[in-house]
């Protein structure tokens, strides 16, 4: 790369691929795990990629206009991006989030620029395991911000550009990265645009890649599975809600189901033996791609997103 960007938001995307070799070794499976290092965009996180697409789409659209405020719930990933982008575009930016998440989140968005109101969890909620219940209290404050303020809204739980920004961008770079050779694709859900996104440029190109939504297995209601605890660690997803307006089910071979201390396991494991350092939602990631060439018949190759940054997380105990 010869030259410099004009601005941050130029360096959204155009992350790398890695393919997981030492990781499928140590567990003794046949076939291949590549990961897009999507937590080496300049907010850490693949929501640098949704935040910039959808203030960019309002802007287009008129929905956003020069110098308005923008608010979002966020888990802290998409409130990282928007704060960077709004900064970028000089928007002033409110994030509303629970105080379920790791603190290096809030903090983060505050550096950047953010104001960051933090909401209360529901009565008997844990401390870094954000509940439906949770997120449902984050949401209601988040409408009442927004009709304060006056503000845009960018809901990436509704917006296309959740889903444009993979479609247009991750997957087609993904599918280049791997020379054409994906078998399946699996994802954490959280707004489930990544997945949508991804699996859409994916099928355009090669209509057999399959597609696997992974939840927590005490939350896996996407699959038509009971709640048996909201409570799970994993952060960034497995909200216990049924229905995700993003979400193309036409899309879907199947649902995964991880375990915390396999997630946790697997994410630590990607640290020592890959040098990756990630998240929880990563980690449920390559623990469901690593299941799936557990139960192949052949050398299958599966891809997924390295969501975000372990850096996040230091106040956690998973590392």
């Known amino acids: 790369m010869r030259g410099f960007a004009t601005s941050v938001i130029d360096l959204i995307g155009g992350t790398p691929t ?26 850490f996180s693949k929501k640098d990629r949704v935040a910039l697409e959808m203030l960019r789409e309002a802007k287009q659209n008129g929905s956003l206009v020069p110098g308005q405020t923008v608010v979002e719930l966020t888990s802290g990933n998409t409130g990282t991006g928007l704060a960077m982008v709004c900064g970028a575009l000089g928007h002033p930016f409110i994030a509303v989030m629970s105080r379920g998440n790791s603190t290096e989140r809030a903090r983060m968005m505050e550096a950047l620029g953010a104001v960051v109101e933090l909401v209360d969890q529901a009565p008997g909620g844990t401390s870094g395991q954000v509940s439906g219940a949770d997120l449902a209290l984050v949401e209601t404050r988040t409408c009442q911000v927004v009709e304060e303020t006056g503000a845009f809204r960018a809901d990436q ?34 707004s489930a645009g990544s997945f949508t996104g991804v699996m859409r440029a994916l099928r355009r190109v090669h209509p057999e890649v399959r597609g696997y939504v992974v939840e927590p297995i005490d939350a896996a209601v996407l699959s038509g599975a009971p709640v048996t605890n909201p409570d799970h660690r994993v952060q960034g997803g497995g909200y216990s809600m049924a229905e995700l307006p993003l979400l193309d089910r036409s899309l879907v071979n199947g649902y995964l189901k991880v375990d915390d201390e396999t997630v946790i396991r697997t994410t630590r494991l990607l640290a020592q033996l890959e040098g990756v350092f990630a998240g929880f939602s990563t980690g449920a990631n390559v623990a469901a791609a690593l299941a799936l060439l557990g139960e192949s018949d052949s050398a299958i190759s599966v891809a997924a997103l390295a969501c975000d940054s372990g850096l996040k997380y230091l106040s956690t105990d998973l590392f």
Do not use: M
Request: hydrophobic residues 40%; aromatic residues 10%.
């Open 18 to 43: 890695l393919q997981l070799d030492r990781l499928v070794l140590h567990c003794g499976l046949l076939g291949r795990v590549v990961l897009k290092l999507e937590y080496l965009n300049p907010g």
């Open 157 to 190: 739980f509704s917006l296309s550009g959740s889903v444009k920004a993979h479609e247009r961008y991750t997957g087609p770079e993904l599918w280049e990265q791997c020379g054409g050779e994906i078998d399946a694709f699996v994802d954490f859900v959280g």
